[in-house]
């Protein structure tokens, strides 16, 4: 039976979303040591939850036709997964924009939402964390080494 042949693929934007990365860090990073502020924490893991969906969607069409392909494109998903879990700590751990203030230690333990724009941020980590724990065990996401062993 003949197969319908692929659709022409739109033209690839990674590339360009690479140099906008690039030339942000070309002329918005300051010279002199400055902890990141809450915007660009928020904005890093908005790119690297995109980038986690992205991978998402290679690792679960190239696993079928390429094995080791596809394995090495899961634990590259995993430990993005890890940086947004790092970014989304960080984010909290930044000082208040404005009042300077940091979180206390028990708005941190409660994990009490801060209000808007604030909660955007966890909205988001909590919509990509219940995609993640349905494809990934505990284990995987915990383990310092992925376990491309087999290969």
């Known amino acids: 039976m003949p197969t319908e ?5 739109a033209p690839d934007f990674v590339p360009f979303a690479t140099a906008a990365l690039d030339f942000h860090q070309a002329i918005n990073m300051p ?3 400055v902890a990141a502020g809450r915007a660009e924490l928020d904005s890093l893991h908005a790119h690297v939850v995109a980038l986690y969906g992205l991978l998402d969607a290679h690792t679960a069409r190239t696993t079928p036709v390429a094995r080791a392909e596809g394995d090495h494109l899961r634990a590259c998903r995993i430990r993005l997964w890890q940086a947004a879990e790092h970014l989304h700590a960080a984010f909290h751990a930044a000082p ?9 230690r028990e708005a941190c ?4 939402p801060e209000g808007a724009p604030e909660l955007t941020v966890c909205q988001r980590h909590l919509a990509t964390t219940a995609r993640v724990r349905r494809d990934h065990t ?11 062993t087999r290969h």
């Open 31 to 33: 010279v002199a040591p």
């Open 109 to 112: 333990r409660a994990r009490q």
């Open 138 to 148: 505990p284990a995987d996401l915990r383990d310092p080494f992925t376990g491309l």
């Open 96 to 104: 208040h924009p404005g009042s300077g203030r940091l979180p206390t």
């Open 5 to 9: 042949p692929l659709p022409e693929l």
